[in-house]
């Protein structure tokens, strides 16, 4: 016996073309049930607008709005609007618990969780990516739709093959930055194109916060400086002489090579050195301690580049850390005094980056950060969720005559390029 094999995701395409042609076929997949009755707040323009452009694209697509805008409730009201099975899709246990909470307040029941030692489905469902790609196979027919939040992480932290195997024909994904290049490629395949995209500078003052941008510049102590400049000599001479021989190559390019030599082990070694001098140098601390004095009665959120800066400003300052090592429990609870003013102040590396709901928060410190807008943006907008009368203010420490202001001028650079163009 003979067949044909496709992936989940073309079902529906081979079901029409199927029916189109006359052909008489037995489709045994399970046939994704209705979901019970919503309750959606009203939508903001930009709102009501992105969920149209997605319905009009065949209800597929990305809507891209900056973080703060509401991109949960856009889903949220599109899963009401279908009426289907629906599974979401988030990168972080953060993202899981805030998904989970949102849904509740809007759907009949509390949603099904996948992730965060949960294995309970239902007719709406949230998934970690992670867990995803376990149970995607199990559960490839079970939902009419998918949604991806954080989509721009499709192909690498979220495999486009989780997706190949659901064969939900309705797909909405979700950014605050929309990806480029092949990743693009991968989402549009997967997913669908960009179908709606307003930028932070379209809606600042309307549904974002207005917000000040403000550097602060900090110096090395002489000993310090002697150290950094040190191990950049170290870093640099290597470096300079891999690129002579290939120009053009990239930084894992450049580690590969370095890992067979001992001089190029040393120089990576002192490359990540310079990196720690400039993680929590003397300078900062300082600039951090006149920062929450002055801002001491504000929810206050601090971004580093690293867990271990993240867990020395909290020891320092005895303020809470937000990782990926803390348990639902204690996140929760952290979120909460967080939010009743209580414990006033967050540190994290990465994993306030993106999804962190709280629109109390008015002032985030970028203690450490990199050359990357998208990471970038996503600070910001933890602080743009707009409250009467709130102007929110980013602080950004940067060490002078160091890679660090190369790092924020790409930074600021690439965050007016991308205003730009949206």
Not at 252 to 270: I, K, L, N, P, Y
Request: aromatic share 6%.
């Amino acid at each position: 016996m003979s067949g044909w094999r496709a992936p989940a995701h073309l079902h529906a395409s081979v079901v029409r073309r199927l029916s189109d042609s006359g052909v008489r076929f037995a489709d045994e997949t399970r046939s994704p049930g209705p979901t019970l009755s919503w309750t959606v707040p009203d939508l903001r323009w930009y709102q009501d607008a992105a969920l149209a452009a997605w319905g009009a694209a065949g209800r597929r697509g990305v809507v891209a709005l900056p973080t703060g805008a509401g991109k949960t409730l856009v889903a949220i009201a599109a899963m009401a609007r279908l009426g289907v099975a629906t599974l979401c899709l988030v990168p972080t246990r953060v993202l899981l618990d805030q998904w989970a909470q949102a849904i509740g307040r809007c759907y009949a029941t509390a949603p099904g969780r996948i992730g965060d030692g949960e294995q309970r489905i239902d007719a709406v469902t949230v998934s970690t990516y992670a867990s995803a790609i376990t149970w995607a196979p199990r559960l490839g027919d079970r939902f009419g739709m998918v949604v991806v939040d954080e989509v721009h992480h499709v192909g690498a932290e979220c495999p486009r093959e989780v997706l190949e195997m659901l064969v939900a024909p309705a797909r909405l994904g979700l950014t605050a930055t929309p990806a480029v290049g092949d990743v693009a490629d991968h989402i549009d395949r997967c997913i669908g194109p960009v179908v709606y995209a307003l930028s932070i500078d379209d809606l600042v003052g309307d549904a974002l916060s207005e917000f000040d941008l403000i550097t602060v510049p900090i110096r090395l102590s002489s000993e310090e400086r002697t150290r950094y400049e040190g191990l950049r000599r170290t870093f640099t001479a290597t470096y300079t002489a891999f690129q002579s021989v290939a120009p053009g190559a990239g930084w894992d390019a450049f580690v590969t090579a370095a890992m067979r030599s001992t001089a190029g082990r040393a120089a990576v070694a002192a490359w990540r050195a310079s990196r720690a001098v400039l993680a929590y140098p003397g300078g900062k601390q300082l600039a951090l301690r006149e920062l929450l004095a002055r801002h001491a009665e504000t929810r206050t959120l601090v971004f580093t580049g690293d867990n271990a800066t993240a867990y020395a400003i909290a020891r320092e300052l005895l303020v809470m850390p937000i990782t990926h090592e803390i348990s639902r429990g204690e996140r929760a609870e952290m979120l909460a005094k967080f939010r009743s003013g209580e414990a006033p102040v967050l540190v994290s590396s990465q994993v306030l980056d993106e999804g962190f709901d709280v629109p109390e928060a008015e002032i985030a410190i970028v203690v450490g950060g990199s050359g990357s807008t998208r990471r970038h943006v996503q600070r910001i907008g933890r602080v743009l969720r707009p409250r009467d009368g709130k102007r929110a203010r980013v602080y950004e420490l940067a060490v002078q005559d160091s890679t660090e202001v190369a790092q924020m001028r790409r930074r600021r650079a690439g965050l007016v390029a991308e205003w730009a163009a949206s």
